[in-house]
């Protein structure tokens, strides 16, 4: 199939300007205001009533969002849709993809790049929010590391330009990472699902996640823990923790049941 070019005029640049200030997408209708400090979780003494504080707060702005990806991904597929009919995609519609595209680190020459298509279509999807929850507690300490408090990051996500974040206190010789500095507690999911949607080692996550999506089924936190190796050098050890915090706090990640439900 010839490969049909992506818009290219002055339009198009202004276009991307609109989409950028707009947004980029309908998931700005999610919005929520920003969690700029957390709670002081080590005042809490029950450890059941400190954990449903600490997922009552953080799954809110864990599915909203996801619910800006999952926009993303439905706009995405409409476009596909209309390609795959052979309609032609208006200005709008062919600037918001490059951005999409930029956004989630693809190179794509044409609209019907395939290969493009192939890794947006891994890329653009929501992580299950019990996965996020049990990475997010695991990584903070429950919302009482020196990093969660100091600098909103609730999974330990690093940076690497001197100054950009917080110098570990143990960090090794020659290491020259630095715990990244979120403005806010939704900052630092967003940055967490960017994460997992675009860094190369989370390739198997998403492999598995399509993989389970083309089978018809719905991707869920335990299945896809399982491609976490890479997210800690205790690979498998990090895995099994995961797998475990999330089997233990099921239900209470849901926010279905509250403690006195859990206790009895």
Not at 32 to 54: N, T
Not at 185 to 209: D, G, T
Request: net charge positive; aromatic share 10%.
């Amino acid at each position: 199939m010839k490969s049909v070019p992506l818009f290219r005029s002055k339009g198009a640049a202004t276009i991307l300007m609109m989409l950028l200030l707009a947004g980029c997408s309908q998931g700005e209708a999610y919005f929520r205001p920003a969690v700029q400090q957390l709670p002081d979780f080590a005042a809490y003494k029950d450890v059941k009533e400190k954990k449903k504080a600490f997922f009552d707060l953080m799954r809110p702005i864990i599915e909203d969002e996801n619910r800006k990806v999952t926009a993303q991904r439905e706009r995405m597929m409409s476009i596909r849709g209309k390609l795959d009919r052979g309609d032609t995609l208006s200005e709008s519609e062919q600037a918001w993809l490059m951005l999409l595209a930029s956004e989630y680190n693809v190179e794509m020459n044409a609209i019907d790049d395939q290969q493009a298509w192939m890794l947006l279509g891994r890329r653009v999807d929501r992580v299950p929010f019990r996965l996020a929850l049990a990475q997010a507690a695991n990584e903070s300490n429950w919302g009482t590391s020196r990093f969660a408090r100091e600098g909103m990051n609730l999974f330990g996500q690093w940076c690497f330009t001197p100054g950009c974040g917080i110098v570990p206190a143990k960090r090794p010789a020659g290491m020259r990472h630095e715990v990244a500095i979120y403005t806010s507690v939704n900052e630092s999911v967003a940055a967490y699902i960017r994460s997992i949607n675009r860094v190369y080692m989370y390739m198997p996550l998403r492999v598995l996640r399509h993989s389970i999506r083309k089978g018809g089924n719905r991707p869920t936190a335990v299945e896809l823990a399982r491609e976490l190796s890479g997210y800690s050098e205790r690979g498998e050890a990090y895995v099994k923790e995961i797998q475990a915090m999330i089997r233990t706090n099921y239900d209470l990640m849901s926010g279905e049941f509250t403690v006195t439900q859990q206790g009895s």
